[in-house]
């Protein structure tokens, strides 16, 4: 006798962001039964937001954030969304510190920026941010990953790109 077979289950806990207000409300993303169904914290408890067939959804993630897209429609969760507030912090204190020539204060916004990258990324895995991808993909729907290893190699690919055109218009303007 066959056991029948078994549908994945997981749940992604984080933060469901709001365009209108720029907010962010607990949420949680499940997987199970063959479904992906996004609860929501409300006054009165969890509500259910939205429940459809897991081949009816894309599942897309880069960094600590999870985005469903359901009809068009993409309802993004953030696994630590304070993180957002400190990167902006952290960036203002470094680019501050550019401007007055600091390079204390600078490193201490690139290492506070690290800290709070490596911070959100340990919020996604202890979200369920890994098992909801993969429990989500065995049920059907569509998904793509973005780390924070492709997204670090993009940005320093893109500031050396930024010092290797600099330098190029520096050499043929001073050459010419």
């Known amino acids: 006798m066959t056991t029948p077979a078994q549908h994945p289950y997981a749940v ?26 996004l609860w929501v914290a409300s006054p009165s408890g969890w509500t259910r937001y939205l429940s459809v067939p897991a081949h009816e959804t894309v599942v897309k993630s ?3 954030r999870i985005t469903l897209v359901v009809g ?5 969760l953030l696994a630590d969304p304070s993180s957002v507030d400190r990167a ?3 960036g203002a ?21 690290s800290m709070n990258m490596a911070g959100a990324a340990r919020a996604f895995h202890i979200g ?18 973005l780390g924070y290893g492709p997204i670090l190699a993009i940005g320093c690919g893109a500031g050396l790109a930024i010092v290797i055109a600099v330098t190029a218009i520096t050499v043929l303007v001073l050459g010419g």
């Open 128 to 145: 369920g941010g890994p098992a909801f991808i993969a429990a989500a993909r065995q049920s059907g729907a569509k998904s793509s990953r």
């Open 12 to 37: 992604f806990s984080g933060a469901l962001g709001d365009n209108a207000s720029g907010q962010y409300v607990p949420a949680r993303a499940e997987v199970s039964g063959g479904a992906v169904t």
């Open 93 to 113: 204190a470094g680019a501050v510190a550019g401007i007055i020539d600091a390079p204390k204060v600078a490193l201490s916004a690139d290492v506070g920026r």
């Open 72 to 76: 068009g429609q993409s309802y993004p």
């Open 88 to 90: 902006i912090e952290f």
């Open 62 to 64: 880069a960094a600590q």
